[in-house]
């Protein structure tokens, strides 16, 4: 092994500056119904067009009050009542309640509300049960509580899931300005390649990376741009890449090991290439290439570009074996395509778990080790998640990846981890 590649953390690091540079051009925005926002980048930070809640509101269904009149205990009268929907009503008279719904406005005067389950009621009337006291701001969200008027709510950047949707929806936003997916080309190179289509003939396999490379790149807030699969040879690499240089982002799998038929770097090296780093000490993906290639003036189409960055196409050159395509994408392609895309939140998305069974590092020391694995998410209450490696044939076996969910993250210098340890996973 060559001493002076890059370890994992470094390699990663230099990965993260890179993209953070690129993460400072902004990408251009498209308008997007709020209903098919899920994933999108917000463009535009997104502020609060009114108080939230708009008005005091009711989280019981119970009565309005005053706090001090209802805890004496006194039996008061009912002044009104309102549901959900309604206007403010009020104000309150001294010494009454008003009925009140959850999610109704609070009339004016009242500083609580008193669970209806909390209360005898009488004769249009209502008494607080002892020894129940009430304080003021009981069950009450009062105006601007959780947001005033103009305030920034989500900054530009951030990735719309559920909650930012609700969000946004609240404050009025049918529509939102999000970035333009960036556009990742998928390059996969192999004679042995055909098409999921084909039945193989002997010595074939099916190209089971593109499908699997776009779903990646989907997922990390990508376009995948498929492009035709590169035969093992010179011209056909050459052509390849050409066709591919338009993408915001070059990702290719195969031909980066030392074979003789691994004749993707000098491909690269032919197009321009300028290499950040040709290999990292992990396993599985050790082959890994990272670097930027120049587009040709007519290619630099990145608006937004007064420094002539975008004149430069980053790529990885990730191992052809299943697993250490995927591996290596999540690693490094996929934080580079969030900040591509704008993202504030790049990733790569790590989590702590407890080993259910002891584990071997199963490769060369020096290493920093990727090891499918099933982690239980919903263990028994106060467990931390469990999680245990699956048996696995290798980094080309798509049968042990399907069963898992995460990787292990065995470090470098371990060679055993034994069972309850606590351990990094690499979430998939
Ligand atoms: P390579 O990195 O080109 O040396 O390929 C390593 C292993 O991954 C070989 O067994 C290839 O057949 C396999 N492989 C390469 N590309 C793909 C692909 N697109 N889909 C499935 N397996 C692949
Ligand atoms: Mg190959």
Known sequence: MSSDLPQYEQAAALVAAYASQLGRMR??????????????????HLSADQDQPPF?????????????????????????????????????????????MTGAPVPAGADAVVMIEHVEKFGGQVRLLPPRTLSPGDNVVAQGAQARKGDELLPAGSVLGPAQIALAATCGCADVDVFVRPCVAILTTGDELVPVEYVPAPGQIRNSNAPMLAALVAAAGGEPWVVPTAADNASALDAALAQAAEADLLVISGGVSAGKFDLVEPALARAGARFHFTGVRIQPGKPLVFGELPRHAADSRRPGDPNGEASLQPFFGLPGN????????????????AALAGSREPGPHFALAQLAKDTDRHGKPGLTRFLPAWCNF????GQPPQVATVSWQGSGDLAAFARSNCFVVVPQEASRIEAGAIVRILMI
């Not at 990408?27 to 535009?44: D, F, K």
């Not at 269904?61 to 309102?82: K, N, Q, V, W, Y």
């Open 56 to 100: 005091a509101r009711s989280t019981r269904d119970g009565f309005a009050c005053r706090a001090g009149e209802i805890s004496t205990h006194a039996p008061l009268p009912i002044a009104g009542a309102t549901h959900a929907g309604e206007a403010p009503p009020g104000p309150l008279p001294p010494n009454a309640v008003w009925e009140i």
């Open 322 to 337: 299943p697993v250490s395509s995927a591996v290596t994408f999540l690693l490094f392609a996929a934080p580079m395509l």
């Open 378 to 381: 919903n263990p028994p209450p």
């Open 27 to 44: 990408p251009s925005t498209v308008r997007v119904e709020l209903a098919s926002a899920s994933g999108r980048v917000l463009a535009r």
